[in-house]
């Protein structure tokens, strides 16, 4: 599924470096942020040029519905998932991640 090169449609053999190389996150687990606010981690399995991504033991984690930018710290098993590059906003590896506060966010 991942590749270094992928072929352009049309003139004869001709070659594009693929703009997102993900070959050193593939078996890794990573965070990925999808349009409209949802958020999947998993274990990352391949990925194609149109950044269509494969995880593996994949888990979303569940926003409230009151407050989408406040994790409710529960979670859905989704197990094996296809993510659309289209809807594929952000990917990071988990490895060496933490939570920061948001600084932007008045205090009470």
Request: hydrophobic letters at 35%; charged letters at 25%; aromatic letters at 2%.
């Amino acid at each position: 599924m991942s590749g270094q090169m992928s072929s352009s449609g049309g003139s004869g053999n001709r070659q594009r470096p693929v703009v997102l190389d993900l070959s050193k996150h593939v078996e890794r687990s990573v965070l990925v942020k999808l349009v409209g606010g949802r958020q999947i981690r998993g274990t990352l399995k391949g990925w194609d040029p149109l950044v269509n991504l494969v995880l593996d033991d994949a888990v979303e984690e569940l926003r409230d519905p009151t407050d989408p930018y406040v994790l409710t710290g529960k979670e859905r098993k989704l197990g094996l998932l296809v993510a659309r590059g289209t809807s594929v906003m952000t990917i990071c590896p988990t490895d060496g991640m933490e939570e920061t506060e948001n600084p932007f966010v008045e205090q009470e």
